[in-house]
């Protein structure tokens, strides 16, 4: 006989708390709490989502357990919290009648398309006009009897306004356009002029040849170096870093927004500073020839790499120039266009410069030789004219200037890791897991069938295959499949290591004027040599984990805005391209249709009935094998095969772009 208790555990069982997943035709996905499989997500009709939107955290009851030939389903019982407390869209008025009829003046057309019930506005704030981008507070969540209700907050611009898409979008994620009168008044109340007790306790390196290296409109300039060559035939390699901790202290203003921020935001037509821009341009911008105070890693290295010995300590120093990438990259490669002419002009770091390349090469050798993986991956700028309308769109590849500087960056961040390891400091890491377990997987059965060996997920095994498959006609398709197995690079407060570096040791120390984790180091580098008591270490170890989660959710957001905004103006420049033909790649294969990335980097779908083989045949998709095959032609889709393309439209607001194929001649 089953006891009472064994039946409500049952019951207990069908019940799972998750966050819903909403799709834009309004069915949608619960991912339980702790879990990390997305197979074990559960399906939730259009009509058991309980009103639900994107976001919010639900109680689910489990109506049909997964198996092994589908996964769960089930029905949202209750709302446990809601996602969405305040948004952003566009306002559209309601004509007389429907005003009337409905007791609205108008409703929102929101930016995010996964909220699919309409939001009506009673009264709309003073000053809205038609199609004016405004920030919401919702009053009132749908129900079987009430309608979504919410009242304008603020009028975010007026539509024609030059830049107003992107800054819907920065609002929509929820990044902060401005900072508080408080934290402005902070950075204004620093002196232009540094003070002797400003360079208290602080390494001189003013008379160094130090010089910064940038992109040509970079403004917020947090590293500089020098390079040269020790008697003992040593490398000396001097990495300073702007000392925003100086400016940004615990307890301030600027510290908690700065906190709150986490990373500043690049895109397409501006830079959201986590720093007031008097501070991330000014005065800890390492500008030429002012005096400005630094962190500085100080490293000897020998012809094959290794670090012989380190100083790590606060300074002060003066740019001799500000030298950009395209300048020093002329000086770097004889026989290119202004070659001689940059040499000659910057002829006080031309020494220095050519120390540099030789150390650079030695430091690329030795971390391609301990394993680091590398993917040749291009930039892309997208230019815009007065109108912020898309009009070209740069692909920019990465020379030996660039190439160095991230070299460098990379010595300093390992050098400053091992600091706090060896002394058994708590700190900050930039950790990288090794790749995904079942898309790894993957990758072996895909390689194997191709007749390459890829024994296990060891730096040796991938970088051997990465060799082995270079150069042949399946390098493209298994190297994005390679790509795709890799997770995501995060900061902990635990030491697990950088898989895609190969490094044992690895922090983010180089750039604190645009990450907070890095402000943390150079805090804790201050601190640490006058306090290591364990009363202090016993404090950080308590802080670091919420600082570590929260700068990294930061800046997934600041790489999820990025990438809305790019494909937002992508689909935009394509617009004017509607027709066009293209040859591009596969980059990923779903039941529905292929994704194509095209040269300038433009990605867009092709759906199955686009998808032409030249031959009228059914298409089937092999979801354990990521292909799409006719079954006629025998024609297979999989990633990295090369595509001709027609683009047939493009859904700016979306960010989306469509092809279709170009069926292949007929020999």
């Known amino acids: 006989m089953v006891q009472l208790s064994e039946l409500a555990s049952a019951l207990k069982q069908t019940e799972s708390k998750g966050v819903f997943s909403k799709h834009p035709k309004g069915f949608g996905f619960v991912h339980p709490e702790g879990e990390t499989d997305k197979t074990n997500d559960i399906y939730i009709g259009q009509n058991e989502t309980k009103f639900a939107m994107d976001g919010d955290k639900v109680t689910?009851?489990?109506?049909?357990?997964?198996?092994?030939?589908?996964?769960?389903?089930?029905?949202?019982?209750?709302?446990?919290?809601?996602?969405?407390?305040?948004?952003?869209?566009?306002?559209?008025?309601?004509?007389?009648?429907?005003?009337?009829?409905?007791?609205?003046?108008?409703?929102?057309?929101?930016?995010?398309?996964?909220?699919?019930?309409?939001?009506?506005?009673?009264?709309?704030?003073?000053?809205?006009?038609?199609?004016?981008?405004?920030?919401?507070?919702?009053?009132?969540?749908?129900?079987?009897?009430?309608?979504?209700?919410?009242?304008?907050?603020?009028?975010?611009?007026?539509?024609?306004?030059?830049?107003?898409?992107?800054?819907?979008?920065?609002?929509?994620?929820?990044?902060?356009?401005?900072?508080?009168?408080?934290?402005?008044?902070?950075?204004?109340?620093?002196?232009?002029?540094?003070?002797?007790?400003?360079?208290?306790?602080?390494?001189?390196?003013?008379?160094?040849?130090?010089?910064?290296?940038?992109?040509?409109?970079?403004?917020?300039?947090?590293?500089?170096?020098?390079?040269?060559?020790?008697?003992?035939?040593?490398?000396?390699?001097?990495?300073?870093?702007?000392?925003?901790?100086?400016?940004?202290?615990?307890?301030?203003?600027?510290?908690?927004?700065?906190?709150?921020?986490?990373?500043?935001?690049?895109?397409?037509?501006?830079?959201?500073?986590?720093?007031?821009?008097?501070?991330?341009?000014?005065?800890?911008?390492?500008?030429?020839?002012?005096?400005?105070?630094?962190?500085?890693?100080?490293?000897?290295?020998?012809?094959?790499?290794?670090?012989?010995?380190?100083?790590?300590?606060?300074?002060?120093?003066?740019?001799?120039?500000?030298?950009?990438?395209?300048?020093?990259?002329?000086?770097?490669?004889?026989?290119?266009?202004?070659?001689?002419?940059?040499?000659?002009?910057?002829?006080?770091?031309?020494?220095?410069?050519?120390?540099?390349?030789?150390?650079?090469?030695?430091?690329?050798?030795?971390?391609?030789?301990?394993?680091?993986?590398?993917?040749?991956?291009?930039?892309?700028?997208?230019?815009?004219?007065?109108?912020?309308?898309?009009?070209?769109?740069?692909?920019?590849?990465?020379?030996?200037?660039?190439?160095?500087?991230?070299?460098?960056?990379?010595?300093?961040?390992?050098?400053?890791?091992?600091?706090?390891?060896?002394?058994?400091?708590?700190?900050?890491?930039?950790?990288?897991?090794?790749?995904?377990?079942?898309?790894?997987?993957?990758?072996?059965e895909a390689a194997a069938e191709a007749g390459f060996s890829l024994s296990s997920d060891s730096h040796q095994a991938i970088n051997f295959f990465a060799d082995e498959i270079k150069d042949t006609s399946f390098e493209k398709a298994l190297t994005y499949q390679l790509r795709h197995t890799m997770s995501t690079a995060v900061y902990s407060e635990k030491n697990t290591k950088h898989f895609g570096l190969a490094a044992t040791n690895y922090t983010h120390f180089t750039s604190p004027i645009r990450r907070y984790p890095d402000l943390i180091i150079h805090r804790l580098l201050h601190l640490y040599p006058s306090d290591h008591s364990n009363r202090t270490k016993d404090e950080w170890k308590e802080r670091l984990p919420e600082i570590a989660s929260h700068s990294s959710d930061m800046e997934h957001r600041a790489v999820v805005t990025e990438r809305i905004i790019d494909a937002m103006k992508k689909a935009e420049y394509m617009l004017e391209r509607i027709g066009e033909v293209y040859t591009g790649t596969i980059t990923g294969v779903q039941k529905f249709g292929i994704f194509v990335a095209l040269d300038n980097t433009v990605e867009g779908l092709v759906r199955v009935p686009n998808l032409h083989t030249g031959t009228t045949e059914e298409l089937e998709f092999d979801e354990e094998m990521s292909i799409i095959k006719g079954k006629k032609s025998e024609t297979i889709y999989q990633v990295g095969k090369e595509i001709k393309i027609r683009v047939i439209a493009a859904n700016k607001r979306k960010g989306t772009v469509d092809f279709e194929q170009i069926a292949p001649e007929k020999n």
């Open 60 to 444: 689910v009851k489990v109506l049909y357990p997964k198996t092994e030939k589908r996964g769960a389903s089930g029905q949202i019982i209750k709302i446990n919290e809601r996602a969405v407390v305040d948004t952003v869209g566009t306002y559209r008025s309601l004509s007389n009648r429907q005003a009337k009829a409905l007791g609205y003046k108008g409703r929102i057309e929101l930016f995010n398309d996964r909220i699919s019930d309409t939001l009506y506005i009673k009264q709309p704030l003073t000053g809205v006009q038609e199609e004016d981008v405004v920030s919401i507070k919702v009053t009132q969540y749908p129900t079987d009897t009430k309608a979504f209700e919410g009242k304008i907050t603020q009028i975010i611009g007026h539509k024609g306004e030059v830049g107003l898409d992107i800054l819907e979008v920065l609002y929509a994620m929820k990044i902060p356009q401005e900072f508080s009168a408080e934290t402005l008044a902070e950075a204004e109340a620093f002196s232009e002029e540094l003070t002797q007790e400003d360079l208290q306790g602080r390494e001189d390196y003013r008379n160094e040849i130090t010089y910064t290296i940038d992109g040509e409109d970079s403004k917020d300039l947090d590293d500089a170096i020098h390079v040269k060559k020790l008697s003992n035939g040593h490398f000396e390699l001097g990495v300073h870093i702007a000392d925003v901790s100086h400016y940004v202290t615990e307890g301030s203003s600027l510290n908690e927004e700065a906190y709150a921020r986490a990373t500043s935001v690049y895109v397409t037509d501006r830079v959201v500073p986590m720093l007031p821009v008097r501070l991330s341009n000014n005065l800890c911008s390492l500008n030429e020839a002012q005096e400005r105070l630094t962190m500085s890693c100080l490293m000897e290295i020998d012809d094959k790499g290794k670090i012989i010995t380190y100083k790590i300590s606060p300074s002060v120093i003066k740019t001799t120039y500000r030298m950009t990438y395209s300048n020093v990259n002329k000086m770097i490669h004889q026989g290119q266009e202004g070659h001689r002419e940059a040499l000659e002009k910057y002829s006080k770091i031309a020494d220095s410069i050519e120390v540099a390349v030789e150390l650079h090469e030695i430091l690329e050798t030795m971390r391609k030789d301990r394993g680091m993986i590398e993917f040749d991956e291009s930039e892309a700028k997208i230019i815009l004219d007065d109108e912020g309308y898309p009009i070209e769109i740069v692909k920019r590849d990465r020379d030996t200037a660039e190439r160095m500087i991230e070299s460098f960056m990379l010595m300093a961040n390992e050098t400053v890791a091992l600091d706090f390891q060896k002394k058994k400091l708590p700190s900050l890491y930039r950790v990288h897991e090794t790749p995904k377990e079942k898309a790894f997987a993957k990758l072996m």
